[in-house]
Every structure is written in structure tokens, then in C-alpha cells.
């Protein structure tokens, strides 16, 4: 890596880097291992919400987010408020975690109409956004690689969620980046530009090659093909300085002794990104 290598104090273990692993489990281990920052996924919180809050910040810990809300897109105007009502929900539970931000998953297209999903999804967060305002919750708009658009997002290029993100106030919704959905990208050092403070997340992982599968194929940073650091560079020389989430969906690393698995993370967070 260039100049100075980064110390720890940003690395936040996402949730999911440890999915068999309960709440209590993965905030004991991250006290353990010196870990300060804890990315929360709504369904691995087991307690009531305030209940976890408390649990993490007894630790020690702080929640950097909330994943996910978002999926507004729905073939009913009944699923559509039910989807908003969750939202709703979502912006509460990050109230009580302790994290200003919620990373917002945009969902796919009920019918095949595309553009009519991603005005949906431009619907949804204006629906959204007064409340979480209120509530001072930062909504970040997460763009997932192409691969996801038939089943997870429509929003699948940094220059579509920066297109979205600017339609309204850049204190309250921005944009997360994972290098996993966004490295592909020809457009991508544009766009992290563009962004400027819009940026409210950095998430890393790495691509691997061959990939042993489209979700569950993510591997430590380091093991595959993504210019980690250049990404790195660049989010924070567009102003980015906050958390920086480790987010591997791999079952291998799931199996992993949950210390030895956070010495691995740690390991290739200072040596790859």
C-alpha cells in the first residue's frame, strides 16, 4: 500500500461477516479483539432493539449502520404501504441501536418495468425522508451490482444512486459505497467525486475469481480482483472519514471460530484496504 499503513479504529465488523454468530456473541468477540464499530442487519438483532443498543454500547461498541431498509418497489398499493410501514420501523430501530444511518436496499421490479420501479423508489424515500429527518437518521442509498436487479435493486451504477441521492437534501440522504457492487464500474472515480459528502458509507470485501457464487461469494480483501485501495483513496478524497464497514457474505468465513475469523478481518483490513 502507499504512504502509511491505517490502524483499526475505523474497521467496523459488519453483522454479517459473522451470520451464525448471535449479537451477544459478535459484540463479545469485537470487545475482545479491540473492534469499536458494529454494523447492525435488522434480522441478526434477537433482542428489542433498545435492548441491543444497550448490549453494544456496554461493549463498548458504536453502530456505524442499519441495513436495510428500502424495497419500496411492489405490484400493490397495499404492499407498497406495508413496505413503507417498514420503513418506518427500520428508522425507529436505528433510533434505538444508536446509529444515525440507514442503509436503504431499493428492491426489485414487481413487473418487469424498470423505470417504473426506480420511480417507485424515488416515491419511497421521499415518503420516507421527513420522518427519518425528524428522527435525524441519514438515509444512504446503496447501488448493488447488476448481477441484483432481477431480485434485490434496481438502482445497480453509483451514477443512478447519485442521480437519486440528488433530488434531495444532501445532509439527510447520500449514498453507500461497496466496493463488491460499485469496482466494475468504468464511471466509478466520476461518480465517488461527484458524490462528495454525499457519501455516508464505505464497504469492503473482495471479488473473487472464479466466483463461488453470486451471493455467498465474497472473499477477504486481498483474495481477489478489486483496487481496494485506489477505491479507498478516492471516497476519502471526495471527503469520506467515517466507519469503514467489512461486509463478506461467505459461509466459510461463517464457520470460522469467530476470533479466529475477526484476526482474519483485521489482518486484511490493514494490509488491503
Same mark, same amino acid.
Given at each position: 500500500?502507499?504512504?502509511?499503513?491505517?490502524?483499526?479504529?475505523?474497521? $467496523?465488523?459488519?453483522?454479517?461477516?459473522?451470520?451464525? #454468530?448471535?449479537? &451477544?456473541?459478535? %459484540?463479545?468477540?469485537?470487545? @475482545?479483539? +479491540?473492534?469499536?464499530?458494529?454494523?447492525?442487519?435488522?434480522?441478526?438483532?434477537?433482542? $428489542?432493539?433498545?435492548?441491543?443498543?444497550?448490549?453494544? #454500547?456496554?461493549? &463498548?461498541?458504536? %453502530?456505524?449502520?442499519?441495513? @436495510?431498509? +428500502?424495497?419500496?418497489?411492489?405490484?400493490?398499493?397495499?404492499?407498497?404501504?406495508?413496505?413503507?410501514?417498514?420503513?418506518?420501523?427500520?428508522?425507529?430501530?436505528?433510533?434505538?441501536?444508536?446509529?444515525?444511518?440507514?442503509?436503504?436496499?431499493?428492491?426489485?421490479?414487481?413487473?418487469?418495468?424498470?423505470?417504473?420501479?426506480?420511480?417507485?423508489?424515488?416515491?419511497?424515500?421521499?415518503?420516507?425522508?421527513?420522518?427519518?429527518?425528524?428522527?435525524?437518521?441519514?438515509?444512504?442509498?446503496?447501488?448493488?451490482?447488476?448481477?441484483?436487479?432481477?431480485?434485490?435493486?434496481?438502482?445497480?451504477?453509483?451514477?443512478?444512486?447519485?442521480?437519486?441521492?440528488?433530488?434531495?437534501?444532501?445532509?439527510?440522504?447520500?449514498?453507500?459505497?461497496d466496493v463488491y457492487h460499485v469496482w466494475w464500474d468504468p464511471n466509478v472515480y466520476t461518480e465517488i467525486s461527484r458524490c462528495g459528502n454525499r457519501i455516508f458509507g464505505f464497504h469492503v470485501s473482495d471479488w473473487l475469481v472464479p466466483s463461488p457464487g453470486m451471493l455467498m461469494g465474497r472473499g477477504l480483501m486481498g483474495q481477489g480482483v478489486i483496487e481496494i485501495h485506489r477505491l479507498?483513496?478516492?471516497?476519502?478524497?471526495?471527503?469520506?472519514?467515517?466507519?469503514?464497514?467489512?461486509?463478506?457474505?461467505?459461509?466459510?468465513?461463517?464457520?470460522?471460530?469467530?476470533?479466529?475469523?475477526?484476526?482474519?478481518?483485521?489482518?486484511?483490513?490493514?494490509?488491503?484496504?
Open positions: 500500500m502507499d504512504g502509511e499503513q491505517p490502524d483499526l479504529s475505523r474497521l $467496523s465488523l459488519n453483522q454479517i461477516s459473522t451470520n451464525t #454468530r448471535t449479537l &451477544g456473541e459478535t %459484540v463479545e468477540a469485537c470487545s @475482545r479483539q +479491540g473492534i469499536r464499530w458494529l454494523g447492525a442487519w435488522r434480522h441478526k438483532i434477537e433482542k $428489542s432493539p433498545a435492548a441491543a443498543g444497550q448490549l453494544i #454500547r456496554s461493549a &463498548g461498541l458504536r %453502530v456505524s449502520s442499519l441495513c @436495510r431498509g +428500502g424495497m419500496f418497489p411492489a405490484a400493490s398499493v397495499q404492499e407498497r404501504h406495508n413496505r413503507m410501514e417498514d420503513n418506518f420501523r427500520a428508522i425507529d430501530e436505528a433510533v434505538a441501536l444508536g446509529t444515525d444511518l440507514l442503509v436503504l436496499v431499493n428492491g426489485a421490479a414487481p413487473d418487469r418495468d424498470l423505470d417504473g420501479a426506480r420511480i417507485m423508489v424515488a416515491e419511497g424515500i421521499e415518503a420516507i425522508l421527513p420522518y427519518a429527518r425528524k428522527c435525524s437518521v441519514r438515509l444512504g442509498i446503496e447501488p448493488l451490482h447488476p448481477m441484483f436487479a432481477g431480485d434485490r435493486s434496481v438502482i445497480v451504477t453509483l451514477q443512478q444512486a447519485n442521480d437519486l441521492a440528488e433530488a434531495f437534501d444532501r445532509e439527510w440522504v447520500g449514498v453507500i459505497l479507498r483513496r478516492a471516497v476519502e478524497a471526495a471527503g469520506f472519514d467515517g466507519p469503514i464497514e467489512v461486509e463478506i457474505f461467505n459461509e466459510q468465513l461463517w464457520q470460522t471460530p469467530i476470533d479466529d475469523a475477526i484476526r482474519l478481518i483485521q489482518d486484511a483490513y490493514l494490509n488491503f484496504v
